[in-house]
């Protein structure tokens, strides 16, 4: 099994930042993707922003030039720097991870983002 812990988010003014962590543990093999989603209120989840094992990315449109994802391999982590937030960006987030064709989900963390 594998659990995801995330960690980091909370209430922000628009225009500020936060960082999301999320750590990975348990049987994690090396080839994997990482990467966010998040869901607002009543509506459905979406994907923010992966990395793949090769490093390549992909990010939503709307968060384009405002969020970065990396990753560190040695600690099983994923991080999200969020910048420029807007008040579309207030969801809950979830950590991912995709190894073998199964997902795995952390618990959720809420972002905040206030005028």
């Known amino acids: 099994q594998v659990q995801l812990v995330e960690s980091g988010g909370g209430l922000v003014q628009a225009g500020g930042s936060l960082r999301l962590s999320c750590a990975a543990s348990?049987?994690?093999?090396?080839?994997?993707?990482m990467g966010w989603y998040r869901q607002a209120l009543g509506k459905q989840r979406e994907l923010v922003a992966i990395m793949y094992y090769g490093g390549r990315t992909n990010y939503a449109d709307s968060v384009k030039g405002r969020f970065t994802i990396s990753r560190d391999n040695a600690k099983n982590a994923v991080y999200l720097q969020m910048n420029s937030l807007k008040l579309e960006d207030t969801a809950v987030y979830y950590c991912?991870?995709?190894?073998?064709?199964?997902?795995?989900w952390g618990q959720g963390t809420q972002v905040t983002v206030s005028s």
């Open positions: 348990g049987s994690i093999f090396t080839i994997n993707n």
């Open positions: 991912n991870l995709n190894q073998l064709n199964r997902n795995f």
